[in-house]
């Protein structure tokens, strides 16, 4: 059975610096791995999917990687404000299922 | 605007009383998913629906049915409420199951109370 890890499960950050969320994963027969965040109150926005066949994802200031041997991946977010204050989940799909990581809950302080 | 649909936001009911949460999307969207986020726990997958008339479990289908009569609707129904149902609900949706890469969307959330 899939188990999907983040650490650190909370992340406080003054404004401006460059930040890694991590996730760890225990099958590495995915089809993908999907980054989300999650606003308070709010549902789920995908942020970056990596295929499994690929190592890396980009987006603005996000970027995700992916190692299917080690079972990990990483989102990282460069120059953080504090409106990337939220929580950020990874989440792997593998066969017509989705699980979840529980998530890091990032602060970004003005 | 493309969007998931999710009503209502808040329920209160008690234990034994059938209720249904509604879904809808607008993306012509032939995969839907149910799921149900818990404090230390995540969210799990409850059902899922690959198409119109095809539904399948998720990791914790028990206490809980769907259907999928339209491609746009996914209703997911508590027969028979127990407080142990008491969580936030997502639906989500995407062109696609998502073993084809493709992004999920998600609705606001429905957060029941079970007395």
């Known amino acids: 059975k899939q188990e999907v890890t983040q650490i650190p499960a909370a992340l406080s950050v003054p404004e401006g610096e460059n930040l890694v969320l991590n996730c760890s994963f225990t099958?590495?027969?995915?089809?993908?791995l999907q980054w989300f965040r999650q606003d308070p109150g709010k549902g789920l926005t995908s942020l970056l999917l990596i295929q499994s066949s690929q190592r890396e994802q980009t987006s603005g200031r996000l970027n995700a990687s992916l190692d299917k041997s080690s079972g990990r991946s990483t989102l990282y977010i460069a120059a953080s404000q504090p409106g990337d204050s939220a929580t950020y989940l990874c989440a792997i799909t593998g066969f017509q299922k989705l699980v979840f990581g529980t998530g890091t809950r990032l602060l970004v302080s003005p | 605007e493309a969007q998931v649909t999710q009503n209502p936001r808040y329920l209160i009911t008690v234990t034994g009383k059938k209720l249904t949460v509604t879904c809808s999307q607008n993306m012509n969207h032939e995969y839907m998913s149910w799921y149900r986020q818990d404090p230390g726990l995540g969210l799990r997958q409850i059902y899922y629906s690959m198409n119109v008339e095809v539904t399948d479990k998720g990791d914790v289908p028990e206490g809980y049915k769907v259907s999928r009569k339209e491609k746009r609707n996914f209703p997911l129904i508590l027969e028979s409420p127990s407080p142990n149902q008491t969580s936030l609900y997502f639906c989500?949706?995407?062109?696609?199951?998502?073993?084809?890469?493709?992004?999920?969307?998600f609705g606001s959330g429905t957060q029941l109370s079970v007395l």
């Open positions: 989500a949706s995407s062109s696609s199951n998502t073993d084809r890469n493709e992004k999920l969307f």
């Open positions: 099958d590495s027969a995915i089809y993908n």
